[in-house]
């Protein structure tokens, strides 16, 4: 396909613009200055042959986006052209080109044309700028010449594909390996998983525990609400106690400062402002006092400094004269110095110009000024020089390359041996078919150890469970339990569990509340036997008795009045301790309830005890048919899934013996299919099928080697006849230069005065005498000059000066100018500084005699309104002290105001007479023993609630604690969500791999498949790029077995990628990139090249090669080359005459 024209009819800045490109032209230009729109055609043609973006169009500042339009004639390689229109949209956007209706095209209208290009592949492999020229050659260092790496990217304009895939091989490697790590994410979540599914099993709710801890919690809040009911009475009476002692204080402050200003009322008439204003004037009147002192006596200093004064005012007058003269002293001075230095290089450039004068053949310096030739017949004879010096460098340099390439010829012929050669490619495509089954053999080295070492493992993986496996076959045989009966008995045993804690707990709390009752009864003992109601009736009785005996006279008075004492006082102490009675009988009570609850809980222990004996049996007959004694159900399910584990790794160690088996077939038929191929490579040996193939391989590889030795040899041989050849040709192609420059070189001397038979190096001599003429003759010119101001300038200061000092100083006449003129200078800055001084001083006691009578006026008006204050003055009220004693009357009521504002903030809104009552009937005494006793209750009463706040701290610890079933809930979403990460992740991991792998099998299949063709029209390229520097590219093996990319100099040396300079490395991948163009155009309908400023790094004569190379593309391929230097402009008319198509955008 090629460009015939491009219309930019509504795009970027242009406006109905047309290029059109010249069929039959090799190469197009479109040379454009800066702003002239390049950047715009450029991206013309992409957004032409595949449509615009949908949004960001780039190229819509003067139009908008909906209307753009580009058209463009293009033509296949049959000759076919098509005309066409884009316009900006989303549908329908093709159209036929010419009027204004624009009819809508087919959407495959173009694929004729482009075939299966799309605009990143357009954009990648047909387009090229600097940048990606730089990128490409970058990017073949960083790969270290890797063919398969350097074809893919040059092929595709795709750089960093190497990078690429390590960083997906990386990648895949931080998410799973073989090994397990930490590190790599998938075994994090398989972590995650087991700590989930773990938490899941320990985290339930026992019911019995939960309702305990709510009644204990319900209980405590209980008793914190009653004990802040407490708290808050007591600290409402505290806080009235200390309120009351605090305003006490206050109301004799207030007190005070009344009494105080009592003192004060015979000031009643007068305001605080009158003592505020006497002090102030008695203060400013001191002070212009002092101002007034201290300025009549600068104001005298100054008359006499003025007095003092002497200054010379004739001499003032003429100040300019004088010091115009003085700064040309300095000038006067220079030309004195100068002049002996002037006039003596003056003698010694008139000395040079005469002997320049002989050395060229002329009497003198006139001879020189007159037969000086101009500056253009010097450049010719200079150009002339260098031209003849440059052919003879070029006619020596090809005589010795013409021996050297003989030579080589004759050596190379030497080298060449005899003997027959084998063809290494069919015996290589035999081997290569046998390289996969090679490849299981490589695995049977290995196979036995890994066999041998897998069943160790399982059998010591096996004993190592806990309970241990002793046969690990004989198991997968057996009956073993499900996840359903594994939980059906845990629940059954952890319930039963539960309700033994349960019962344990209800067993404990009754003996830590029988020991409490039993201590509380201790304690009541130790301050006396408690009397019952027994103790009563029995002193009664006996009371009774001695009555009645009383009666019959059978018993003495005194025992009888004794026992009725000793029953009234026992029923009196009965009656003083009727709440310790009470209490006592309570406990009674409490411990008989006790002992009937705790034989009821120990019954109910040994029930329970026998139901999780049950459980446990059961338990343990799901795992009989194992062979091993079960453990609690929590371990069995962890054992249960390593077993399964276990018998994985037992079918998969099944699986390796299987292999194993096949592997030892494939050998013998291997060795068979080896021998044939060892006997035609002369490697017949008796030898195992492993070793057998790596000695067949190793002698193709020598094959190999011999016939690309010999292919290389006859290469070389070619190569150096055809350098001869040229370096001949060239030599005859210099014979006629050589002759024009004979010519050229004689009219050259003849014009510059010189013989004909002068030589280079004479000639060369005479440029550089006359180069020296001209500097020599300016010199001279400038100092006759300089000399002759030098002289003018020092006649005539000495004449002014001589004048000016007869008039003001007639003492300095006779002496050195420019001395006296210097002293005048000096008298005149003294002068001048004396009448300035003079100035400053007479404007200075002018201002000061000003300022004091001011002074004068302001002391009058103070002492004047001092005056009138005192008058206004109460009778018998003297004016001294009273601002002192007004002073302290404001402190004081200030003190009362504060005192009075702290009084209202305190009190809470308390009258101040109500509490001035209750101050004064206050006991203090009393009061502070009341607050220190409700102060002792609180302590008490908060060391009791934080007790009630520990306890129920504990409650809702244990509460959290007991109560995870939130958190088993949890659990399970958090064992969910790990499986589905570990799903995910091992989805991106398969992703990651078969990426990589497509992306190294891509590569190797194209260095495979076109390596060659494509690598012997890029050296072609390489050698015109390089001007014959090098002349082609070979293959090498590398230390990794890689095929790795060099270049062959011109005498025959190899250079392998990372050796050739930045700039030979760009040109490297120049030539690749134009090598698969070629091979693209020779399989599909070509596509123009578009290339943009790729030659900025080159130099003129590599630039010119390059545009030669581009001209001379295979396959009708259509290069349109954008550039904005002028220069390569030049050069492309210069290299390619006729074949350039030169096109220039205008601002």
Same mark, same amino acid.
């Given at each position: 396909?090629?460009?015939?024209?491009?219309?930019?009819?509504?795009?970027?800045?242009?406006?109905?613009?047309?290029?059109?490109?010249?069929?039959?032209?090799?190469?197009?230009?479109?040379?454009?200055?800066?702003?002239?729109?390049?950047?715009?055609?450029?991206?013309?043609?992409?957004?032409?042959?595949?449509?615009?973006?949908? =949004?960001?169009?780039?190229?819509?500042?003067?139009?908008?986006?909906?209307?753009?339009?580009?058209?463009?004639?293009?033509?296949?390689?049959?000759?076919?052209?098509?005309?066409?229109?884009?316009?900006?949209?989303?549908? *329908?956007?093709?159209?036929?080109?010419?009027?204004?209706?624009?009819?809508?095209?087919?959407?495959?209208?173009?694929?004729?044309?482009?075939?299966?290009?799309?605009?990143?592949?357009?954009?990648?492999?047909?387009?090229?700028?600097?940048?990606?020229?730089?990128?490409?050659?970058?990017?073949?260092?960083?790969?270290?010449?890797?063919?398969?790496?350097?074809?893919?990217?040059?092929?595709?304009? %795709?750089?960093?594909?190497?990078?690429?895939?390590?960083?997906?091989?990386?990648?895949?490697?931080?998410?799973?390996?073989?090994?397990?790590?930490?590190?790599?994410?998938?075994?994090?979540?398989?972590?995650?998983?087991?700590?989930?599914?773990?938490?899941?099993?320990?985290?339930?709710?026992?019911?019995?525990?939960?309702?305990?801890?709510?009644?204990?919690?319900?209980?405590?809040?209980?008793?914190?609400?009653?004990?802040?009911?407490?708290?808050?009475?007591?600290?409402?009476?505290?806080?009235?106690? *200390?309120?009351?002692?605090?305003?006490?204080?206050?109301?004799?402050?207030?007190?005070?400062?009344?009494?105080?200003?009592?003192?004060?009322?015979?000031?009643?008439?007068?305001?605080?402002?009158?003592?505020?204003?006497?002090?102030?004037?008695?203060?400013?009147?001191?002070?212009?006092?002092?101002?007034?002192?201290?300025?009549?006596?600068?104001?005298?200093?100054?008359?006499?400094?003025?007095?003092?004064?002497?200054?010379?005012?004739?001499?003032?007058?003429?100040?300019? @004269?004088?010091?115009?003269?003085?700064?040309?002293?300095?000038?006067?001075?220079?030309?004195?110095?100068?002049?002996?230095?002037?006039?003596? /290089?003056?003698?010694?450039?008139?000395?040079?110009?005469?002997?320049?004068?002989?050395?060229?053949?002329?009497?003198?310096?006139?001879?020189?000024?007159?037969?000086?030739?101009?500056?253009?017949?010097?450049?010719?004879?200079?150009?002339?020089?260098?031209?003849?010096?440059?052919?003879?460098?070029?006619?020596?340099?090809?005589?010795?390359?013409?021996?050297?390439? =003989?030579?080589?010829?004759?050596?190379?012929?030497?080298?060449?041996?005899?003997?027959?050669?084998?063809? +290494?490619?069919?015996?290589?495509?035999?081997?290569?078919? %046998?390289?996969?089954?090679?490849?299981?053999?490589?695995?049977?080295?290995?196979?036995?150890?890994?066999?041998?070492?897998?069943?160790?493992?399982?059998?010591?993986?096996?004993?190592?469970?806990?309970?241990?496996?002793?046969?690990?076959?004989?198991?997968?045989?057996?009956?073993?339990?499900?996840?359903?009966?594994?939980?059906?008995?845990?629940?059954?045993?952890?319930?039963?569990?539960?309700?033994?804690?349960?019962?344990?707990?209800?067993?404990?709390?009754?003996?830590?509340?029988?020991?409490?009752?039993?201590?509380?009864?201790?304690?009541?003992?130790?301050?006396?036997?408690?009397?019952?109601?027994?103790?009563?009736?029995?002193?009664?009785?006996?009371?009774? =008795?001695?009555? !009645?005996?009383?009666?019959?006279?059978?018993?003495?008075?005194?025992?009888?009045?004794?026992?009725?004492?000793?029953?009234?006082?026992?029923?009196?102490?009965?009656?003083?301790?009727?709440?310790?009675?009470?209490?006592?009988?309570?406990?009674?009570?409490?411990?008989?309830?006790?002992?009937?609850?705790?034989?009821?809980?120990?019954?109910?222990?040994?029930?329970?005890?026998?139901?999780?004996?049950?459980?446990?049996?059961?338990?343990?007959?799901?795992?009989?048919?194992?062979?091993?004694?079960?453990?609690?159900?929590?371990?069995?399910? *962890?054992?249960?899934?390593?077993?399964?584990?276990?018998?994985?790794?037992?079918?998969?160690?099944?699986?390796?013996?299987?292999?194993?088996?096949?592997?030892?077939?494939?050998?013998?038929?291997?060795?068979?299919?080896?021998?044939?191929?060892?006997?035609?490579?002369?490697?017949?040996?008796?030898?195992?099928?492993?070793?057998?193939?790596?000695?067949?391989?190793?002698?193709?590889?020598?094959?190999?080697?011999?016939?690309?030795?010999?292919?290389?040899?006859?290469? @070389?041989?070619?190569?150096?006849?055809?350098?001869?050849?040229?370096?001949?040709? /060239?030599?005859?192609?210099?014979?006629?230069?050589?002759?024009?420059?004979?010519?050229?070189?004689?009219?050259?001397?003849?014009?510059?005065?010189?013989?004909?038979?002068?030589?280079?190096?004479?000639?060369?001599?005479?440029?550089?005498?006359?180069?020296?003429?001209? +500097?020599?003759?300016?010199?001279?010119?400038?100092?006759?000059?300089?000399?002759?101001?030098?002289?003018?300038?020092?006649?005539?200061?000495?004449?002014?000066?001589?004048?000016?000092?007869?008039?003001?100083?007639?003492?300095?006449?006779?002496?050195?100018?420019?001395?006296?003129?210097?002293?005048?200078?000096?008298?005149?800055?003294?002068?001048?500084?004396?009448?300035?001084?003079?100035?400053?001083?007479? /404007?200075?006691?002018?201002?000061?005699?000003?300022?004091?009578?001011?002074?004068?006026?302001?002391?009058?008006?103070?002492?004047?309104?001092?005056?009138?204050?005192?008058?206004?003055?109460?009778?018998?009220?003297?004016?001294?002290?009273?601002?002192?004693?007004?002073?302290?009357?404001?402190?004081?009521?200030?003190?009362?105001?504060?005192?009075?504002?702290?009084?209202?903030?305190?009190?809470?809104?308390?009258?101040?007479?109500?509490?001035?009552?209750?101050?004064?009937?206050?006991?203090?005494?009393?009061?502070?023993?009341?607050?220190?006793?409700?102060?002792?209750?609180?302590?008490?009463?908060?060391?009791?609630?934080?007790?009630?706040?520990?306890? =129920?701290?504990?409650?809702?610890?244990?509460?959290?604690?007991?109560?995870?079933?939130?958190?088993?809930?949890?659990?399970?979403?958090?064992?969910?969500?790990?499986?589905?990460?570990?799903?995910?992740?091992?989805?991106?991991?398969?992703? %990651?791999?078969?990426?990589?792998?497509?992306?190294?099998?891509?590569?190797?299949?194209?260095?495979?498949?076109?390596?060659?063709?494509?690598?012997?029209?890029?050296?072609?390229?390489?050698?015109?790029?390089?001007?014959?520097?090098?002349?082609?590219? %070979?293959?090498?093996?590398?230390?990794?077995?890689?095929?790795?990319?060099?270049?062959?100099?011109?005498?025959?040396? @190899?250079?392998?990628?990372?050796?050739?300079?930045?700039?030979?490395?760009?040109?490297?991948?120049?030539?690749?990139?134009?090598?698969?163009?070629?091979?693209?155009?020779?399989?599909?309908?070509?596509?123009?090249?578009?290339?943009?400023?790729?030659?900025?790094?080159?130099?003129?004569?590599?630039?010119? !090669?390059?545009?030669?190379?581009?001209?001379?593309?295979?396959?009708?391929?259509?290069?349109?080359?954008?550039?904005?230097?002028?220069?390569?402009?030049?050069?492309?008319?210069?290299?390619?005459?006729?074949?350039?198509?030169?096109?220039?955008?205008?601002?």
């Amino acid at each position: 396909m090629r460009f015939l024209s491009l219309d930019l009819l509504r795009y970027g800045h242009f406006s109905n613009h047309a290029i059109t490109f010249r069929p039959d032209a090799a190469v197009h230009i479109v040379y454009g200055p800066n702003e002239a729109g390049k950047s715009s055609a450029l991206s013309a043609f992409s957004d032409l042959l595949f449509g615009f973006p949908d =949004r960001d169009v780039g190229y819509d500042f003067l139009h908008s986006a909906r209307d753009l339009r580009i058209g463009a004639e293009i033509r296949a390689r049959s000759g076919e052209t098509l005309a066409f229109r884009r316009r900006k949209g989303r549908k *329908d956007t093709l159209l036929a080109a010419g009027g204004d209706s624009e009819a809508a095209l087919n959407d495959d209208a173009l694929s004729a044309y482009l075939g299966s290009l799309d605009r990143t592949v357009f954009e990648r492999a047909f387009g090229l700028d600097s940048e990606r020229l730089r990128a490409g050659a970058d990017e073949m260092l960083a790969d270290g010449g890797e063919i398969g790496q350097i074809l893919f990217s040059a092929a595709s304009g %795709l750089t960093g594909l190497r990078s690429v895939a390590e960083a997906l091989a990386a990648d895949a490697d931080g998410i799973y390996g073989p090994r397990r790590s930490q590190n790599r994410s998938f075994y994090q979540a398989l972590d995650r998983h087991e700590a989930a599914r773990r938490a899941e099993r320990a985290l339930e709710l026992n019911a019995s525990d939960w309702k305990a801890l709510l009644r204990e919690e319900s209980e405590i809040e209980e008793e914190l609400a009653a004990l802040g009911e407490r708290q808050h009475a007591r600290r409402t009476r505290m806080a009235a106690l *200390d309120r009351l002692q605090r305003l006490r204080g206050l109301i004799a402050e207030v007190d005070r400062h009344e009494r105080v200003l009592q003192g004060f009322v015979e000031l009643d008439a007068v305001s605080d402002q009158t003592g505020a204003r006497l002090e102030a004037l008695a203060a400013r009147a001191a002070r212009l006092q002092a101002d007034h002192d201290g300025k009549a006596e600068r104001l005298a200093a100054l008359r006499r400094d003025l007095e003092a004064l002497e200054i010379d005012d004739a001499l003032l007058e003429r100040r300019d @004269e004088i010091r115009r003269l003085y700064a040309e002293s300095g000038l006067h001075a220079e030309a004195v110095e100068h002049l002996p230095g002037r006039e003596a /290089e003056y003698q010694e450039t008139v000395s040079g110009l005469t002997r320049l004068a002989l050395d060229l053949g002329f009497q003198d310096i006139g001879g020189i000024e007159q037969n000086r030739p101009n500056h253009i017949l010097l450049s010719d004879l200079e150009d002339a020089i260098g031209e003849g010096a440059r052919l003879e460098r070029d006619v020596a340099a090809l005589e010795k390359g013409l021996a050297e390439g =003989r030579r080589d010829v004759e050596r190379l012929e030497s080298e060449s041996g005899g003997g027959q050669l084998i063809d +290494p490619a069919p015996l290589r495509r035999r081997f290569d078919a %046998l390289r996969p089954d090679l490849a299981r053999l490589k695995e049977a080295e290995t196979l036995d150890a890994d066999i041998e070492g897998r069943q160790r493992a399982l059998l010591d993986d096996a004993a190592a469970l806990r309970p241990a496996v002793r046969d690990i076959h004989a198991l997968s045989r057996a009956d073993l339990p499900d996840d359903a009966a594994l939980d059906a008995a845990r629940e059954t045993i952890a319930a039963c569990e539960g309700e033994i804690a349960a019962v344990e707990q209800k067993i404990a709390d009754a003996a830590s509340e029988r020991a409490r009752i039993e201590a509380l009864m201790a304690e009541a003992a130790g301050e006396g036997p408690v009397l019952t109601r027994a103790d009563i009736s029995a002193a009664r009785e006996e009371r009774d =008795r001695l009555f !009645a005996a009383f009666r019959a006279h059978e018993g003495e008075p005194e025992t009888y009045i004794a026992s009725v004492e000793a029953a009234d006082d026992l029923a009196d102490r009965a009656l003083d301790t009727a709440e310790k009675l009470a209490r006592h009988g309570d406990h009674l009570r409490r411990l008989e309830a006790l002992a009937v609850e705790a034989e009821r809980h120990a019954e109910e222990r040994a029930r329970l005890f026998g139901q999780r004996a049950e459980a446990t049996a059961a338990h343990k007959a799901l795992f009989a048919s194992a062979g091993v004694e079960a453990r609690t159900p929590e371990a069995m399910r *962890d054992w249960l899934r390593q077993v399964g584990l276990l018998l994985d790794r037992r079918e998969a160690l099944y699986a390796l013996i299987d292999r194993q088996k096949g592997v030892a077939r494939l050998r013998s038929e291997l060795h068979a299919s080896l021998v044939p191929l060892a006997g035609e490579t002369e490697a017949d040996m008796p030898a195992p099928a492993p070793a057998l193939a790596r000695y067949v391989e190793t002698r193709i590889e020598r094959l190999a080697e011999r016939w690309e030795d010999a292919r290389r040899q006859q290469a @070389e041989i070619a190569a150096a006849r055809q350098t001869i050849a040229r370096r001949e040709q /060239e030599l005859a192609r210099l014979e006629p230069v050589r002759a024009a420059f004979a010519e050229r070189y004689a009219r050259c001397l003849a014009a510059v005065g010189l013989a004909r038979e002068t030589g280079l190096q004479a000639a060369e001599a005479a440029l550089a005498l006359w180069a020296r003429v001209p +500097p020599l003759l300016e010199k001279k010119e400038r100092l006759e000059r300089e000399i002759a101001a030098d002289r003018a300038r020092i006649e005539g200061f000495r004449e002014a000066a001589g004048r000016l000092a007869g008039a003001l100083a007639p003492d300095l006449v006779g002496g050195n100018a420019r001395e006296y003129v210097r002293i005048l200078s000096e008298r005149i800055d003294h002068n001048t500084s004396a009448a300035a001084r003079r100035r400053t001083l007479d /404007e200075a006691a002018q201002a000061l005699a000003a300022e004091l009578q001011s002074l004068l006026a302001e002391l009058t008006a103070c002492r004047d309104e001092a005056a009138e204050i005192a008058a206004s003055l109460p009778p018998g009220l003297a004016p001294e002290g009273l601002p002192e004693r007004l002073s302290e009357r404001t402190a004081t009521r200030k003190a009362l105001a504060e005192a009075r504002r702290r009084f209202a903030e305190g009190s809470d809104g308390a009258d101040e007479a109500e509490t001035r009552k209750l101050a004064e009937g206050l006991d203090v005494i009393a009061c502070r023993q009341e607050r220190e006793a409700l102060a002792a209750e609180e302590a008490e009463d908060e060391t009791v609630r934080e007790d009630l706040l520990q306890r =129920r701290a504990a409650t809702r610890h244990r509460k959290q604690e007991i109560g995870r079933g939130e958190s088993a809930e949890q659990a399970a979403f958090d064992r969910i969500s790990a499986e589905e990460e570990a799903r995910d992740l091992a989805r991106e991991w398969v992703v %990651l791999k078969l990426a990589g792998n497509l992306l190294d099998a891509a590569m190797e299949r194209y260095r495979a498949g076109r390596a060659d063709p494509i690598l012997k029209k890029a050296g072609r390229h390489f050698s015109a790029l390089t001007m014959g520097g090098f002349d082609g590219l %070979l293959q090498n093996y590398g230390a990794g077995d890689e095929l790795l990319l060099s270049a062959r100099r011109a005498d025959g040396g @190899e250079v392998p990628v990372d050796g050739l300079s930045d700039g030979t490395r760009d040109q490297l991948w120049l030539a690749l990139r134009l090598a698969f163009i070629e091979d693209y155009a020779g399989r599909n309908e070509p596509a123009p090249l578009i290339v943009d400023d790729i030659f900025q790094t080159f130099d003129d004569a590599r630039s010119a !090669a390059g545009l030669r190379s581009l001209s001379a593309l295979d396959g009708d391929i259509q290069t349109i080359l954008f550039t904005h230097e002028k220069s390569l402009v030049n050069i492309a008319r210069s290299a390619l005459g006729d074949k350039a198509d030169i096109v220039t955008l205008e601002r």
